[in-house]
Each structure stands twice: as C-alpha cells, then as structure tokens.
C-alpha cells in the first residue's frame, strides 16, 4: 500500500540558485537549470550524501558530528517571500540574499508542508523533505546591507515562512517553470505530545 499520497497541490519553479562557496558567502547565484544527483545539487556548497552537525541538531548531536545529509536543497517560496519582505516593510527581498536553491510559486504554506512530504517535479525529479528551515542572523546581515535598519527585523518576519530543508531522492534536472507537484505522507498528531 502506498504511504505517499499525491496531492492537487502543484506549484511551477520561479528561481533557482547554488550557494558556490560557504566560506565566501552563503549567498546563492542565480541559475536557469540544475543537475540533481544523490548528492545534491551540482555547484551546491551544502551538497554531499553526508555533513557535518550544526546549531539545527546540537540537542541530538555533538557540533561538528558527521550525519546523514538531509539539508542538500534549500526551498522557499515566492508567496512567503513577499509576506516576509511586507513584514519588514521591505519592497522585496532576493532569493538569493536567503541562500535559497530553489523558490517555488503556487504551494500554499509551504513553510508548513508535512516532513517526509516529497515534491515531485514534471521532470520526475524528486526532493524529499526533511525540515522547517529556522530564520538565522547569517540572512539578517545580509539583509542590513542591502536595506540598512532592516536586517534585525528578518527573523520575527521569517518565523514559520523560512521555508524547507530536503534531500534529493531521485536525481534529474530542475529547471525554470517546471511543474512541481506536492506527495504527503499520512497525516497524524502524534498522541503522547498533544496536551
């Protein structure tokens, strides 16, 4: 029996990007097409099956321990981008500026799709999604010198519309308009944690 369900909900891709270099910026650098492996994506700073433990994991983990590479691809969306720029008072904010891989336009809350969800692309490219990705200062300095006064106010905006974390699960091509289609896992609260 299938665990995954395909959903009505459909999105296009709206921008793609790779981050080159982390220890220059965690900017990323607009592309019109990208090649995903089990890796990650090609050109991708965070890209590699495994990775070394950061802030996200330090209640499961020593920093610096090596796990399992489950933050390959960044994802946002273009709907939570412009409420998180609208919340800064900001006419816009960049992709890029957020490190982003890949915005989608059209998949409602996206920031709140289930983990294990997979966003499965026309080209039959799969991502699979671990995580919410937090809010970070990295962004906010990023932001205060684009908009001097405004980088503090990234991470109150940005709270629960950072967007997502995932793995590629079946490689292929990503490219600009693509259609990309949401699969969620079954949906349960889990009963010892709520109340």
């Known amino acids: 029996m299938p665990m995954l369900t395909p959903t009505e909900i459909t999105g296009r891709i709206a921008w793609l990007g790779v981050v080159p270099d982390r220890s220059e910026s965690l900017c990323s650098e607009a592309r019109l097409v990208l090649e995903a492996s089990f890796d990650g994506l090609e050109g991708e700073a965070h890209s590699g099956l495994t990775r070394r433990s950061c802030s996200r994991v330090t209640s499961q983990y020593p920093k610096g321990t090596e ?3 489950a933050r390959q691809v960044s994802i946002l969306s273009v709907e939570e981008l412009d409420a ?3 919340a800064m008072g900001l006419p ?20 709140r799709i289930p983990p294990s969800s997979r966003l ?5 490219t799969s991502i699979a999604i671990d995580m ?15 908009h ?12 629960g519309r950072r967007g997502v974390l ?3 699960e ?16 079954p949906l349960k609260p889990y009963a010892p944690l709520a109340g």
């Open 170 to 185: 079946r490689p292929g091509a990503l490219a600009l308009g693509d259609a990309v289609r949401l699969h969620v896992p």
């Open 148 to 159: 001097p006064g405004k980088g503090a106010g990234f991470v109150p905006a940005a709270r």
């Open 120 to 124: 499965l692309l026309s080209s039959g």
């Open 92 to 111: 816009g904010l960049k992709p890029e500026w957020l490190g982003a891989n890949i915005v989608i336009e059209g998949i409602p809350d996206l920031t």
């Open 84 to 86: 998180i720029a609208a």
């Open 67 to 69: 796990i399992r590479n």
């Open 166 to 168: 995932g793995w590629v």
């Open 132 to 146: 919410e990705n937090g809010p970070c200062q990295h962004v906010s300095r990023v932001i205060e010198g684009h």
